[in-house]
Nanobody
Framework: QAQPVESGGGLVQAGGSLRLSCTASGLTGSSDFMGWFRQAPGREREFVAGISLTSDSPFYGTPAKGRFTVAGDNRKKTVYLNMNRLEPDDTAIYYC????????????????WGPGTQVTVSS
């Protein structure tokens, strides 16, 4: 089954920035809303941000805290997560997923998940 693919993770110092990308091209029948989640060791997966590729309407979760912005390119079926002023607590695996219905902040509302990309923020 086709899945989204994330890229752009890495190691960055506190206060730095990263830009994550997620491409969902080739996924037929997918919802136009795509979400970003993250999961740190020992913690539940939490909603970070999402966006509708057709209406370009963003939606932010608590972890975004005004430091992250989400953007989409419907032509490329790609969403981006721009992360600024990163903190060690942002260290996690970041996943993107396609929304199938229900609350956009709940992981069970998504049906196709990428393998994730590791983000590590050093202090």
């Amino acid at each position: 089954q086709a899945q989204p693919v994330e890229s752009g993770g890495g190691l960055v110092q506190a206060g730095g920035s990263l830009r994550l990308s997620c491409t969902a091209s080739g996924l037929t029948g997918s919802s136009d809303f795509m979400g970003w989640f993250r999961q740190a060791p020992g913690r539940e997966r939490e909603f970070v941000a999402g966006i509708s590729l057709t209406s370009d309407s963003p939606f932010y979760g608590t972890p975004a805290k005004g430091r992250f912005t989400v953007a989409g390119d419907n032509r490329k079926k790609t969403v981006y997560l721009n992360m600024n002023r990163l903190e060690p607590d942002d260290t996690a695996i970041y996943y993107c997923a396609t929304h199938r219905g229900g609350s956009v902040t709940v992981a069970s509302s998504y049906d196709r998940w990428g393998p994730g990309t590791q983000v590590t923020v050093s202090s």
